[in-house]
T-cell receptor, first 110, second 113 residues
Framework: GQNIDQPTEMTATEGAIVQINCTYQ??????LFWYQQHAGEAPTFLSY????GLEEKGRFSSFLSRSKGYSYLLLKELQMKDSASYLC???????????FGRGTSLIVHP | KAGVTQTPRYLIKTRGQQVTLSCSPI?????VSWYQQTPGQGLQFLFE???????NKGNFPGRFSGRQFSNSRSEMNVSTLELGDSALYLC????????????FGEGSRLTVL
């Protein structure tokens, strides 16, 4: 099976930088997704990492270390609208179906 | 293009009843996956349909079932509802050909009394 861990809740200040960590244990790792979900809304895709390293997309960056079973999502220049749940998800084996972690609720305050 | 549409958005049922939820995927997408989301367990995979066939299945009891039609629209059914079935049921569509982004609907929130 798969085990995905991420912090339950984090708080940060508007304009700051926050790093949301995700660790996973799985066999046959394929890739790792990050999704954002605002309260009462559908999850939306943020990033997909297959290879080690950092991928940057605007204010958001995602990092992957396959040997350590570790990823993080980095959010820069935080805005109030970034308050949301951030979901880490992993695909493994021959399946394209991602297994999700329980999500990290990020609260951005002024 | 239109996104993933789920109906109904909200519904209330009582224990023992059954419920059917509907999902219309993005045009051209042939894969539809269903997830159950609860505060305690997060997003848990129910099943995936591709070209009218169940291709993957999660660890849920047989009370949870689904199907997909030739136009890729999908339905899921939960029979003999239990209080613990109260959750947000999310549908996601994708091309189904290789790993890739899932496009989620806004979900159907089921409350079982």
């Amino acid at each position: 099976g798969q085990n995905i861990d991420q912090p339950t809740e984090m708080t940060a200040t508007e304009g700051a930088i926050v790093q949301i960590n995700c660790t996973y244990q799985t066999s046959g790792f394929n890739g790792l997704f990050w999704y954002q979900q605002h309260a009462g809304e559908a999850p939306t895709f943020l990033s997909y990492n297959v290879l080690d390293g950092l991928e940057e997309k605007g204010r958001f960056s995602s990092f992957l270390s396959r040997s350590k079973g570790y990823s993080y999502l980095l959010l820069k220049e935080l805005q109030m609208k970034d308050s949301a749940s951030y979901l880490c998800a992993v695909t493994s084996g021959g399946s394209y179906i991602p297994t999700f972690g329980r999500g990290t609720s990020l609260i951005v305050h002024p | 293009k239109a996104g993933v549409t789920q109906t109904p958005r909200y519904l209330i049922k009582t224990r023992g009843q059954q419920v059917t939820l509907s999902c219309s995927p993005i045009s051209g997408h042939r894969s539809v996956s269903w997830y159950q989301q609860t505060p305690g367990q997060g997003l848990q995979f129910l099943f995936e349909y591709f070209s009218e066939t169940q291709r993957n299945k999660g660890n849920f009891p047989g009370r949870f079932s689904g199907r997909q039609f030739s136009n890729s629209r999908s339905e899921m059914n939960v029979s003999t509802l239990e209080l613990g079935d109260s959750a947000l049921y999310l549908c996601a569509s994708s091309s189904g050909q290789g790993p890739g982004e899932l496009f989620f609907g806004e979900g159907s929130r089921l409350t079982v009394l």
